[in-house]
């Protein structure tokens, strides 16, 4: 074992750097003999470390007491990880991680001990990007009882090039589930805080901590109980009142489990929009206040008109005239002013709620299991999407200015009463009438809103696959045929739309009717009521106008039953997506633990629908760390379904599948997926450059590891003939590449991250001959310190397996080395024979002519 490649591993894992010691060999050309400890330095850097080599003696370690984890090289050659000391590094214990003891142990050291073993030189290595911020917040939020990890919240968020600023801290926090603030502590309120513990303080350096308590120490003194998120092993500190003034200037970020009103795991409703607009509450109520005192202002205007009429015309009073004219105008500007504050806090509201809602649908859109996909049209799933944004609008705009207006009632229907009680019920009779009228169609414009977004999701389905399968379509010359369908399922859409229209053109001219009736039938009973001195003819005025502020919001809360049924169907559509259960993908969600790619299958069963019979039937196998393993057999005998079950996009029905001997129900899933790198048959490079494509899967990269990733996929040499080699932007898809050359871009691609399990699922069935030199070529060295499973219908590419699966209907056939299987398995023996015909005699039968490997 080399251990120095190991302890590097372990450190780099400890800080979640990325570092595979099989292609540290294969770069560096490194044998079996222990690397210098200069190579060790540089592999670090490479991975993202800042190193220092120091020569010392023994007695020099007292001054490492911050440096700890560190390697330390012994006279043996080896090397060991130093953890810490317990006692002081001159009289006490060291904690030494060996990875020669069985499980790599740690274990203490004495002095003597660890002097004698001494070899006098030590690797300190610090990563240049820390995050000691986000180690701190994943310490609180398991604290709280969420279950986060580093390298989940650092893929996430793609924070790969950055330390996340305190304000990113704040936002992962409250999306993660923590109610989480930014807040300026003195150190002289530090014992007040009670329940605030523990919190992440932010170091004047630039560092954070966790303030875990504030109590007295060892010597009675108050100090605070620090924990630095960068030690290893994690350790309390004391801090008093002083030494913390001199580090920390009261920066920190108070965070606690947040309850939600909507609990995780309710169902998808109207209910799982109520935190979002009561995070924006404060915007809002300045929103029903400006509202407020629009209402009020509203009156100026009846009552302006009734005392002109009633006053200023009567006794022709000019002056009068004057001084209301100034006090309208002045009360228009104030509406006016109190409008635009009302658009605009809502305005700014709902943009930030848009986003809001749009980070979260899409997120749990993407963390869906592949059989949902699999089973969903993509344009009905387009048209779900964005029914997000309806009902935001709807509960924002529609729902929130109706209630806005309604509250306007409160203000308006006692001023009607004290004008005429007669008048009044005549308002209100015609709009208890339009809500009679409105509630009768309620039900039939539901059933065609139905009908009419079923037809636009297959319309917008059938569009999405056209779009999709353009090539076939016109190599086929399939035009006429796919417009004639189109033209059938357009029209369906429009006649669905026409029904819909029907009811709304309906609708409104009921209420375009009804309330002309009313504008009518006011004048008509009360100039009957000015005749008999009951109202004057101002005050008759000023009712007309006010009748129109109470009879606009009862039509709005009519008319809001009637689009609430749409937005109902929005929320239903919505629901189909976000009630679905997620992958175990979230944050943390699952064993990490060091992969080492042994896959094991015991009794696995699937099927991708439960009404077919099962794809994959009762298979068990192993495929040891490092095998290379190949798997054939017709189509459809389920081997690209294996490499998914590996990968857990989907989950047996029944049996288990294993890596390492974990069951991968247990696993992380981001973790593990980002430890199996995939080829398949087809894969999509995006409009970017030849670098950005390959780096697609590790954007921090190097320009070194991607021209490491290209190299070992063979694909250096046509990116060189490139107009700008690696800088070259592709056409969407690689439309502008070959499929050989297409195809060692994606195998570069999932080499970049140094996978531990590599799969080629049919990656070789498009390439030309060239290209399948080219990759049997660099085989070997792809495989080198992983296990590798080619899927493919290609012998020819399995001639370095050491086992090869045979599968058939879903099971297994024969699992056995070539030489083997072509003596007994039947089905491998034909496949041989027909991809060998031009090597054997007589049309294909009989003996070999050369002899078989």
């Known amino acids: 074992m080399n251990t120095a490649l190991t302890c590097l591993k372990v450190l780099a894992e400890t800080f979640c750097a990325p570092f595979d010691p099989a292609a540290a060999v294969d770069k560096y050309g490194l044998g079996g003999a222990e690397p210098e400890i200069g190579v060790v330095a540089a592999m670090a850097r490479e991975i993202g470390f800042e190193t220092v080599v120091r020569e010392m003696t023994f007695d020099d370690l007292a001054s490492l007491r911050d440096e700890f984890p560190f390697l330390a090289r012994l006279k043996n050659g080896n090397m060991v990880v130093v953890l810490g000391f317990r006692g002081g590094a001159l009289d006490g214990h060291a904690l030494i991680a060996d990875p020669l003891a069985h499980g790599f142990a740690s274990f203490e050291l004495g002095r003597e001990a660890l002097e004698k073993s001494w070899g006098g030189t030590a690797l300190l290595a610090r990563p240049r990007l820390a995050r000691s911020a ?37 936002r992962i926090a409250r999306e993660q589930g923590l109610a989480a603030r930014e807040k300026r502590v003195g150190v002289e309120n530090l014992s007040r805080l009670g329940q605030a513990y523990p919190f992440m303080a932010r170091l004047k350096n630039g560092r954070s901590v966790i303030f875990c308590g504030y109590a007295p120490g060892p010597d009675g ?31 920190a970020v108070l965070a606690r489990r947040k309850l939600s009103f909507a609990e995780t795991g309710q169902p998808f409703g109207w209910r799982w929009f109520v935190p979002e607009f009561a995070r924006e509450k404060r915007v809002f109520i300045d929103a029903g206040i400006a509202a407020l005192m629009m209402t009020i202002l509203g009156l100026a205007v009846p009552l302006y008109f009734q005392v002109v009429i009633d006053k200023v015309l009567v006794h022709y009073s000019i002056s009068t005239l004057q001084v209301l004219s100034i006090g309208m105008l002045a009360a228009i500007l104030f509406e006016s002013g109190f409008n635009f504050m009302r658009g605009y806090l ?29 089973r969903s049209h993509a344009g009905v799933l387009i048209q779900h999407m964005q029914q997000s944004d309806k009902i935001r609008e709807f509960l924002s705009g529609k729902l929130f200015f109706t209630l806005l207006d309604a509250l306007s009632l409160i203000v308006f229907l ?11 019920f005549v308002v209100t009779g015609f709009s208890l009438i339009l809500a009679l009228f409105l509630t009768f169609l309620l039900p039939y414009f539901r059933d065609r809103l139905y009908k009419l977004y079923r037809a636009e999701g297959e319309r917008q389905s059938y569009l999405v ?58 004048p008509w009973i009360g100039v009957y009521l000015v005749f008999d001195g009951s109202m004057t003819v101002g005050a008759l005025i000023a009712f007309q106008m006010l009748s129109g502020r109470v009879t606009g919001p009862l039509c709005q809360i009519v008319s809001l039953i009637h689009e609430y049924q749409e937005k109902a169907l929005s929320v239903r559509m919505l629901g189909q997506i976000m009630n679905e259960p997620a992958e175990r993908t979230a944050a943390g969600v699952g064993l990490r633990p060091l992969i080492k790619g042994k896959v094991e299958f015991d009794n696995a069963v699937f099927s991708y629908n439960p009404e077919n019979p099962p794809v994959v039937r009762g298979v068990s196998c192993t495929f040891a760390a490092g095998q290379v393993v190949g798997v054939v057999g017709r189509s459809g005998s389920g081997k690209s379904t294996l490499a998914r079950l590996m990968q857990g996009l989907y989950a047996c029905d029944s049996g288990v599948v294993r ?52 190299g070992l996929a063979g694909a250096g040499e046509f990116i060189e003939r490139l107009p700008k080699g690696f800088d070259t932007v592709l056409e969407e898809n690689g439309s502008n590449l070959s499929g050989g050359q297409k195809q060692r871009l994606a195998i570069a691609r999932a080499l970049l991250v140094h996978p531990r399990i590599l799969i080629f699922d049919e990656a070789t069935s498009a390439l030309d001959a060239e290209s399948e030199e080219i990759i049997q070529d660099n085989l070997g060295r792809i495989a080198t310190g992983r296990t590798m499973i080619i899927i493919s219908h290609r012998l020819s590419m399995l001639a370095g397996a050491s086992a090869i699966l045979v599968l058939d209907q879903g099971m297994v056939v024969d699992f056995a080395p070539q030489d083997v299987l072509l003596t007994r398995c039947s089905i491998y023996q034909d496949l041989w024979k027909s991809q060998n015909r031009h090597l054997l005699g007589n049309g294909g039968a009989g003996a070999p002519v050369l002899s078989l490997p």
């Open 414 to 424: 006692p001023v009607l009463f004290f004008y005429s009680v007669t008048l009044s």
């Open 465 to 522: 696959e056209a779009i999709r399968g353009m090539e076939t379509v016109k190599s086929l010359s399939l035009e006429p045929f796919k417009r004639r369908k189109w033209d059938e399922k357009a029209a369906r859409a429009v006649s669905m739309r026409l029904n819909v229209g029907k009811i709304s053109t309906t609708a409104t001219a009921a209420i375009n009717f009804l309330e002309k009736g009313m504008s009518l039938a006011i």
């Open 221 to 251: 003194e108050l100090a605070a109980d620090v924990v630095d998120p960068m030690s290893f092993p994690i350790r309390h500190v004391s801090m008093n009142d002083a030494e913390l003034a001199a580090l920390w200037d009261g920066k």
């Open 346 to 374: 809502i305005l700014h509201g709902a943009a930030k709620i848009d986003i809001r809602v749009a980070t979260k649908t899409f997120g749990h859109l993407v963390s869906l299991p592949l059989r949902f996909f699999g």
């Open 659 to 710: 890596i390492d001997g974990h069951d991968i129900r247990e696993l992380d899933l981001t973790f593990l997926r980002r430890n199996i790198g995939v080829v398949l048959q087809e894969n999509f490079l995006f409009n970017a450059t030849v670098r950005e494509n390959i780096a697609m899967t590790k954007p921090g990269a190097t320009f070194d590891e991607v021209v490491w990733a290209a």
């Open 134 to 170: 986000l180690r701190a917040l994943v310490m609180i939020g398991r604290h709280h009882g969420l279950d986060l990890s580093l390298e989940s919240l650092v893929h996430a968020y793609a924070l790969q090039d950055e330390e996340p600023s305190t304000a990113m801290i704040v």
